[in-house]
């Protein structure tokens, strides 16, 4: 059974950085990694998203430029750096994952991912 696990939320104040950490255990072969997020009062979703071998990555709108997916699949995690955070990133963050055959698969649809993990708190406040 795959696990995720989040780590590194965080306060933060308006224009500085974090960055989020997802560890993942219990697989073999091909994994996509998501990162989602949910606000207060919002839905649930996509922030950005890596395929298994890293070349292949899509970000919301919203986040284009600021945000940064990556991965290292040596040691078996994909980050999230987060950068200029201002208060509408303020969310709960989660990342999923889901076995895929294809190295370049990864989507912004959180409907496509099997496993998810339990989330870590981003506050971004003055």
């Known amino acids: 059974q795959l696990q995720l696990v989040e780590s590194g939320g965080g306060s933060v104040q308006p224009g500085g950085s974090l960055r989020l950490s997802c560890a993942a255990s219990g697989y073999t072969g091909n994994v996509a990694i998501g990162w989602f997020r949910q606000g207060p009062g919002k839905e649930r979703e996509g922030v950005a998203a890596?395929?298994?071998?890293?070349?292949?990555?899509s970000y919301a709108d919203s986040v284009k430029g600021r945000f940064t997916i990556s991965r290292d699949n040596a040691n078996n995690e994909v980050y999230l750096q987060m950068n200029s955070l201002n208060a509408d990133d303020t969310a709960m963050y989660y990342c999923?994952?889901?076995?895929?055959?294809?190295?370049?698969?990864?989507?912004?649809?959180?409907?496509?991912?099997?496993?998810w993990g339990q989330g870590t708190q981003v506050t971004v406040t003055s």
């Open positions: 890596i395929s298994s071998g890293g070349y292949h990555q």
């Open positions: 999923a994952a889901r076995s895929t055959i294809s190295s370049r698969w990864q989507s912004l649809q959180q409907t496509a991912y099997e496993y």
